[in-house]
Every structure is written in C-alpha cells, then in structure tokens.
T-cell receptor, first 115, second 112 residues
Framework: DSGVTQTPKHLITATGQRVTLRCSPRSGDLSVYWYQQSLDQGLQFLIQYYNGEERAKGNILERFSAQQFPDLHSELNLSSLELGDSALYFC??????????????FGPGTRLTVL | LAKTTQPISMDSYEGQEVNITCSHNNIATNDYITWYQQFPSQGPRFIIQGYKTKVTNEVASLFIPADRKSSTLSLPRVSLSDTAVYYCLVGDAAGGSYIPTFGRGTSLIVHP
C-alpha cells in the first residue's frame, strides 16, 4: 500500500460526458502528479501540482483540467469525453516539488471506460 | 526533449540474472534515472534510482556509465513474482519545470 488513494476505482460513462477523478496523496506529501496510461501510449504525464499550485504540465488535453485543494487532495476533471479517453488514470505523490530525485508513490488508479 | 528507449519484452528463467537497458541520450546534466516496476492493474512502484556509476539496494542494482546516456537495471536471481513491466524514468526540463518522462516499459516474463 503506497498510502495514495484514488476514487473511484472504476468509472464507466458515455461519450460527451464529464467525470471527476479524485486523489488523496500520502500524508505529508505536497506534490501530486496525474498520469494517463493506455495500451498504445504507455504512461503519459499529464500535470503536477505542488501545495495547491500548478507546477508542471505535460500532455494534457484542453478538455482536461485539474486542481489541488488546501487539504492537498487533487481532482482531475475530464470533459467532452471521447472513446480514446478510455484508460487507466494514476495519481502519484511525492514529498517535495518536482525534481528528478523525488520518489513518486503511485495510487491504485482509476479505470475509465468511455462507451 | 528527453526520450527513453527500452526493449519491449524480455524472457528469463527463475534464478537467472536479468539486465534491462534503457537509453536516454538527451538526459539533462542534473537529472536522476529512476526505475519503476508495475504489475497488471496496479500503480508503478519505485525500485531504484541513481545519478552515476553504480547503485545497489536490496532488490536491484543500477549501472550508469560515465556518459549517462544509458542505464542498466540488474535483477539478481529473478523469481516468478518478478514478472512485471519495468520502466525507466528521466526528466525533461521544460521552462524550468521537471516533466517526468517514462519509457514505454519492458515486459519481463520469468518462466519456471
């Protein structure tokens, strides 16, 4: 158990809909990272927040947005969903701001299926 | 942009040593190299990290040559439970931000 929690575990929805994925980092960790993992794209970094502020942005679509709240939990919002958005979405946390030497602790993931 | 290249898959047998190499030609001067292990439907898990030369912990060793353009994860005496996907991770400094960039992963299958 990494100490990172994600809800829901599974999510099935239809094209055009909007969903929210939730992540609670390990106790004391200030950084939260979001990743998308699909069969054809591998593990893709989406966005990172540190202590409530956006710190780094990767291959995140404009239809996607995220935020980190004062209690440090984070939410990833996916809107106007398309079939291609079906994937595993992982959240990870680390103790400090994004640096390559920071070990990331990954949650169990949310499996999103868009029908 | 930082990019990593790993073999797509490898096969081994119980008790053998497995070496997985990752190339990262454009690694930044201050970037560390980190390896993660992932089992099906689980999040990746940290294995080992290094900057240069050799690092060893209780589960693996990491060899990094002087030019740091590649790294080799060494798993001694693998068992069936080591069957997993192994990722190397480097960073890509974009506008001062650290962008974690995972390789496509190496699927290791350990046979009895």
């Amino acid at each position: 158990d990494s100490g990172v929690t994600q809800t829901p575990k599974h999510l099935i929805t239809a094209t055009g809909q909007r969903v929210t994925l939730r992540c609670s980092p390990r106790s004391g960790d200030l950084s939260v990272y979001w990743y998308q993992q699909s069969l054809d794209q591998g593990l893709q970094f989406l966005i990172q927040y540190y202590n409530g502020e956006e710190r780094a942005k990767g291959n995140i679509l404009e239809r996607f947005s995220a935020q980190q709240f004062p209690d440090l939990h984070s939410e990833l919002n996916l809107s106007s969903l398309e079939l291609g958005d079906s994937a595993l979405y992982f959240c990870a946390s680390s103790g400090t701001s994004g640096r390559s030497y920071n070990e990331q602790f990954f949650g169990p993931g949310t499996r999103l299926t868009v029908l | 942009l930082a990019k990593t290249t790993q073999p797509i898959s490898m096969d081994s047998y119980e008790g053998q040593e497995v070496n997985i190499t990752c190339s990262h030609n454009n690694i930044a001067t201050n970037d560390y190299i980190t390896w993660y292990q992932q089992f099906p439907s689980q999040g990746p898990r940290f294995i080992i990290q290094g900057y240069k030369t050799k690092v060893t912990n209780e589960v693996a060793s990491l060899f990094i040559p002087a030019d740091r353009k590649s790294s080799t994860l060494s798993l001694p005496r693998v068992s069936l439970s080591d069957t997993a996907v192994y990722y190397c991770l480097v960073g890509d400094a974009a506008g001062g931000s650290y962008i974690p960039t995972f390789g496509r992963g190496t699927s290791l299958i350990v046979h009895p």
